[in-house]
């Protein structure tokens, strides 16, 4: 009778035959001067055995936009629009919107308020309800794209280091580097031009 101790050794033993026969067998189909490399060929293999059995998380995946305006009621709209626009304000998560853009959030905010307005009893036509759908999703592309939480990660090589590894920052972040930067270069730029009396 087997113990249940056993069973964990059992699983690792089977988990190594799969992988030398698999090794085995590719022996068989490579040229001899390559066989007597099975360590490499088991490991290779085993590489394959684990990929497999990732779940596809483990290789990364598209971020999910956020729904911030959804236009269900009038309530609900109300208080997700003031959501919004103060966040809107410095300081707050979607701050670094550009003019027009902060100006085609507000007109299509306008424009879902007063169609929610007119159709109170939710009888809205096909193409009303596509047109709230299309406003509704130009705010939250918007949102999404200078939303000051997003995540951006790129592979840089640290300074004094050759190697490269993955660097993550805020969208907020990013743009206030950028930000004091061009403020840096301007400032330089006055300064040079009074030297010169220009």
Known sequence: ????????????????????????????????????????LRMITLGFAVAALLPPAAFGAKQKVEQVL???????????????????????????LRPNERETIEHRLKEIGDMLDHNADGSFTRQEKLK??????????????????????????PTGSHLQQNTCVTYAEKERERRETQKLLRDRGAVVSEEHGT
Not at 85 to 95: K, L, Q
Not at 135 to 155: M, P, S, T, W, Y
């Open 132 to 157: 709230l759908l299309n406003a509704q999703e130009e705010v939250n592309g918007l949102l999404a794209q200078r939303d000051g939480n997003r995540l951006i990660c790129e592979r840089r090589a």
């Open 1 to 40: 009778m087997r113990s249940q101790r056993g069973g964990a050794n059992d699983e690792k033993f089977s988990t190594k035959a799969i992988v030398d026969k698999s090794a085995s067998a590719c022996l068989g189909f490579m040229p001899s001067g390559y066989k007597g490399n099975l360590m490499s």
């Open 70 to 96: 959804v236009t269900s009621t009038q309530a609900q709209f109300d208080e997700a629009a003031a959501h919004i626009r103060h966040e809107m304000n410095a300081g707050g998560r979607y701050e670094f």
